[in-house]
């Protein structure tokens, strides 16, 4: 993407001048759960952006608090996710593989899938010395498919932050769709300056427990009311042309006993209706490109045909 563009790699378009979206079985509402699981070093200050004071290391109290979002929560929210038949689609920082292969293994049995979300969420890719972007996008997603035995198609990064070049860096190395940008209810693709595409998913900065419950003080009743509102709203929309629901969550606020209730009965008011398709990142993309024209996003670079391999134990 050029530096100094005044609208993104994609052209405007109003919602009510597209072609009809179809989900699979005539669903209305394709719901996408996405789980932040994240990884905070005690060496390093959880900056303000990520809802810490930005003290001094060791900032116990912010780093605590995230770490019972590991301990605790997120097990919690498996449950809850479950018993609905929900399978997650894990923003994962890589830092988190190494560090708590207890969770990537929990995730792995119930087949819930993986994005990219950077090493640690203490680190933004508009924040890294030059040059360094492209090598930390591969490493993460190298090191994501070296614990999961699949490499990710999907990233969304550290803050929703990037750089002018961060498309393409993860075009160049296999992302499939990405989901940075919160400006739709339907996938649309982006077109890089080369030609290649990218599809933009939806997701979302309004149900997102950090912004509702961490930054505006949301209770979890109003969360819950939120959630199910905006349902409500798309389930009506989804009859004329599909559209997507995505829920941002991350354990240390979902997963308290104290709101972890209020999630359930949301997820349960939604599943009591018949049109919803349960679906993960890459399962959406696949079926929004299978309507676009062609049908077909950039083909396999060389870099995520190189590491396919690498994980499947071949040669270069």
Not at 41 to 60: F, M, Q, R, T, Y
Request: glycine residues 10%; positive net charge; charged residues 25%.
């Amino acid at each position: 993407m050029k530096p100094g563009a005044t609208y993104g790699p994609f052209p405007y378009s109003p919602i009510h001048r597209r072609p009809r979206l179809e989900w699979p079985a005539g669903a209305r509402v394709a719901l996408w759960v996405i789980p932040n699981i994240e990884f905070f070093s005690l060496s390093e200050s959880i900056p303000a952006g990520a809802g810490g004071s930005g003290a001094k290391p060791p900032d116990v109290p912010a780093w605590a608090a995230r770490d019972y979002g590991n301990r605790v929560g997120v097990f919690r929210l498996m449950k809850v996710l479950d018993r609905y038949g929900v399978r997650g689609t894990v923003a994962l920082n890589s830092d988190l593989c190494a560090q708590h292969p207890e969770i990537v293994e929990e995730c792995k049995a119930r087949k819930w899938e993986f994005m990219g979300h950077n090493e640690s969420n203490t680190r933004r890719l508009n924040e890294l010395r030059a040059g360094r972007e492209s090598r930390t996008i591969r490493s993460v997603l190298d090191t994501i498919a070296k614990a999961t035995g699949s490499r990710p198609v999907g990233w969304l990064g550290s803050g929703l932050q990037e750089t002018w070049d961060s498309l393409d860096h993860l075009v160049d190395n296999g992302c499939e769709y990405v989901a940075d940008w919160c400006n739709d209810d339907q996938p649309y693709q982006m077109t890089l300056d080369d030609g290649r595409t990218i599809v933009s998913m939806p997701y979302t900065q309004q149900l997102n427990d950090k912004s509702a419950i961490e930054r505006r003080l949301v209770s979890a009743e109003g969360f819950q009311k939120m959630i199910c509102d905006q349902f409500d709203v798309l389930y009506k929309e989804g009859a004329k042309s599909g559209r997507v629901m995505a829920i941002a969550l991350h354990p240390y606020l979902i997963g308290v006993p104290h709101r972890i209730g209020a999630f359930d009965a949301a997820l349960k008011y939604i599943c009591k209706h018949k049109k919803v398709w349960k679906a993960t990142g890459s399962e959406i993309a696949q079926h929004y490109l299978a309507q676009c024209d062609g049908g077909r996003a950039s083909p396999k670079s060389s870099a995520r045909k190189r590491a396919e391999l690498r994980v499947a134990g071949g040669r270069r």
